[in-house]
């Protein structure tokens, strides 16, 4: 595991974000990194590349870009291991460091770093990223590649995501320069019980002794000298949404080769199972509120924003939701840490997404008919991300969920068997042994989904009223009512949550009869799709689609883009803000407890 770099009193660290240079290389290009980027336009780090010039050529670029900075090496980072750290490329990146290459890495959502002591100069080191970001059947989101020619134009290259977001791109969050120790800590691993019961393991790059403590603020609850213990601690806080309490464990390494190093890991105390047929934290049943989200703002795309992340947070505390999915993909680490302090809870998702080689994202054109689990090449590059998500965001409390994939095409034959390997490992990688889930779309129904039996906690999305049975929310509701009624049959030990459902809204239309488009029908959509929940006791949660607005791919579905945000992408609240925010903040579910007393 990659501790998340952070200055201490024997680590230092220095950010490389700042304006690099920038050029788009063609398809069909090779790109010499032996020779430096001449004329390259400045570009931010770290933010995805696509709205920063205008023009279809950047935005919809296919393939290769590369950026490039140079920099010298201060005098603080001149001991020990110096590392080069990159907090996510999407969607594989090729690093060079003065001509010299050091490494590549797949998979645009998790971190990965590079030791570079041998490698780096005092003075006037270039730093060459070449970042791809071409989706097929090996890559996870998955997306098909096409020859396309029209009259007179020749043959051109096209990539199509299978996924209903824009396929932001380039270098998305912080990269640092990062100086360790000689020896240093390598892993820290920690658990907290609401008992007060904790465990932890830590690991070093060299032989050595530890001492590690538990602290609260300064207070020194327990002291010991095992790389692994086991104990307990008297009258901790639990963590929970109301109170995000952290304590830390602080490790302190001296190694046999004189060096010293000390990383404070913070973590929560408390406790996620089902039970019963329900899901509880800290003993207390456990009811989600809160919605799938996206990486997403205005001219950053998916690029990493600190104020962005502060601010949904808040809205989310505003509304009196309590959790988020990280739909579709591993969001960045500042934003795990911000829930952990904030008291949001996270369904973890890794970024399979698009699984489906027979069922079109909406308004996608592909054009592959085969069997989804006879085409798709994900497997080892899934367990890969897996293994990476669960050890990057295992030690925060914020996260209570793991989800595998979304919407993958469960109900075809094969599914199964792709599956249950992945369940397992997760199960075997995660030492807090959380539940796990993956959200299943439509056409897995309860008789042809053969993932819903290796989930913990089922997810359905559902969109009856909006893709089906469009404008008729008496119909919507009825379905809804019947498929849920049918899954809790099958399926009596596992609590069912709603992962998505939601209606496009452009803000400021307004009906009073409310159609399709209309912030009225959002909210109504919504409402009607609440009262169904209400009342049903082995329901665990309501995510609706989505936060707020964000873009996709061009279709005739999509009116710049997917509009089902509670807010605009601005943040501005649409009317079903509102209705959630009576029906979250209205002390815990009210309108369920309201509408059990009505049966
Ligand atoms: C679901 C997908 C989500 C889409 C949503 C929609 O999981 O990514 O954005 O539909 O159509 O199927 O709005």
Redesign the pocket.
């Known amino acids: 595991m990659m501790l998340y770099p952070e200055n201490t009193s024997t680590r230092t660290k220095v950010a490389l974000d700042g304006v690099w240079s920038f050029a788009l290389i063609g398809l069909h290009e090779t790109y010499d990194p032996q020779r430096p980027l001449e004329n390259g336009r400045p570009m931010p780090v770290p933010c995805a590349y696509n709205d920063i010039y205008e023009g279809r050529e950047i935005r919809d670029h296919v393939g290769t870009v590369v950026y490039e900075r140079t920099f010298d090496l201060p005098q603080a980072l001149c001991t020990g291991r110096l590392f080069l750290r990159f907090g996510s490329v999407t969607h594989a990146a090729q690093v060079w460091l003065n001509g010299n290459f050091l490494g590549s890495h797949k998979g645009g959502f998790l971190p990965f770093a590079f030791d570079v002591t041998d490698e780096v100069r005092p003075c006037g080191n270039r730093l060459t990223v070449l970042a791809d970001n071409i989706v097929d059947h090996s890559t996870l989101p998955c997306g098909t590649v096409q020859n396309v020619s029209y009259p007179g134009m020749g043959t051109q290259t096209l990539d199509f995501p299978n996924?209903?977001?824009f396929n932001y791109s380039g270098i998305m969050r912080p990269v640092v320069l990062y100086a360790v120790p000689a020896s240093h800590i390598t892993e820290i691993s920690v658990q907290g019980s609401s008992d007060g019961a904790f465990r932890y393991a830590v690991k070093a790059s060299g032989a050595g002794r530890v001492t590690v403590q538990l602290l609260d603020g300064e207070a020194v609850l327990w002291q010991g000298d095992a790389f692994s213990a086991a104990g307990r601690a008297e009258d901790i806080i639990p963590w929970s949404p109301c109170t995000p309490h952290l304590y830390r464990l602080r490790v302190l390494f001296d190694g046999e080769d004189g060096s010293r190093d000390q990383y404070d890991e913070f973590f929560g105390f408390r406790d996620v199972c089902v039970r019963g047929g329900a899901l509880f934290l800290n003993g207390q049943p456990l009811y989600l509120k809160g919605f799938g989200k996206h990486e997403d703002v205005p001219v950053l795309g998916r690029g990493f924003s600190q104020a962005y992340n502060v601010k949904d947070l808040g809205l989310l505390k505003w509304l009196g939701a309590n959790s988020f999915r990280t739909?579709?993909y591993p969001y960045s680490e500042e934003m795990m840490r911000l829930c952990d302090r904030m008291g949001i809870l996270v369904i973890d998702e890794t970024p399979a997404?698009g699984m489906h080689t027979t069922f079109t994202?909406?308004g996608m054109k592909i054009d592959v008919h085969s069997p989804t689990w006879e085409t798709l090449r994900t497997q080892e590059h899934h367990r890969e991300v897996l293994r990476d998500m669960i050890q990057r965001d295992q030690n925060h409390p914020c996260v209570i969920m793991w989800s595998i994939a979304?919407?993958p095409a469960s109900e075809e034959a094969g599914a199964y068997a792709y599956f249950k390997p992945l369940f397992d490992l997760a199960k075997e990688l995660d030492p807090h042994k959380r539940p796990l889930t993956f959200?299943t779309?439509g056409e897995a129904t309860v008789e042809t989904c053969e993932v819903a039996p290796l989930c913990d906690v089922i997810m359905l999305?559902r969109?009856y009223g909006w893709?089906s049975q469009e404008g008729d929310l008496a119909a919507a509701a009825a379905i809804l009512d019947d498929e849920l009624e049918r899954y809790h049959a099958r399926y009596p030990d596992k609590p069912i949550m709603l992962g998505?459902f939601g209606a496009d809204a452009i803000a400021g239309f307004h009906d009073s009869t409310p159609q399709m488009f209309s912030e009225e029908y959002q909210r109504d959509m919504i409402r009607a799709y609440c009262r169904v929940l209400d009342g049903k006791t082995y329901i665990c949660g309501e995510h609706v689609?989505?936060f707020a607005d964000f873009a996709t791919a061009e279709s005739v579905k999509r009116v710049q883009g997917?509009k089902?945000g509670v807010f605009t992408r601005e943040r501005k609240p649409k009317l079903a803000a509102w209705y959630l925010q009576e029906r979250w903040q209205e002390g815990p579910d009210a309108e369920r407890e309201e509408a059990s007393a009505r049966q």
């Open positions: 996924f209903d977001y739909s579709h997404v994202a909406t979304n919407e959200a779309h999305n969109y893709y998505e689609w989505n997917n089902k």
